[in-house]
């Protein structure tokens, strides 16, 4: 299992600090690219009139992704434990296949590369990963 040091919080917690401000942007791109990438996943927006990049359901939904990993970063400490209602919410509800957690991981992780080119660094890119895996986990927590 991915665990994260210290250093690799400090890293999230202040790389987030930076892109932040820009976070409906970040979470627009990368679930536009999961869905053209990854077309199996429009069957969860199979309810969305329009599908396409920049689209409102998209940029909306984006919105809502980011503000995950934000609280996400918040409570990085204890994923699990913080992230439990949207755990049950995404196993519950939602019945998203887990397998998108790591997806959508990765399609943030090429957006923020391609935005922040000049602070992406390898350390930044080692720390997010291990930070969106821990994340992912913890909203497959309620799938076990």
């Known amino acids: ?27 627009m791109d990368a679930l536009a690219r999961m869905i053209v990438v990854y077309p ?8 969305w009139k329009d599908i396409s990049p920049g689209s409102a359901p998209v940029r909306k939904h984006g919105r809502t992704v980011m503000g995950g990993v934000g609280e996400a970063v918040g409570k990085i400490d204890d994923l699990k434990g ?3 209602n949207l755990s049950e919410l995404h196993a519950f509800t939602l019945r998203v296949d887990p397998a998108n957690f790591k997806i959508i991981s990765h399609n943030i992780l090429v957006v923020l590369a391609i935005m922040f080119p000049d602070i992406f660094t390898p350390e930044v890119h080692v720390s997010l990963d291990k930070f969106l895996a821990c994340l992912a986990l913890a909203l497959a927590e309620k799938y076990r």
Do not use: C, N, P
């Open 82 to 84: 913080g992230l439990l």
């Open 40 to 47: 199996q996943t429009k069957t969860y927006f199979a309810h």
């Open 1 to 27: 299992m991915t665990s994260l040091t210290a250093k690799d919080k400090a890293v999230v917690r202040e790389f987030w600090a930076k892109v932040s401000s820009k976070r409906d942007e970040i979470g």
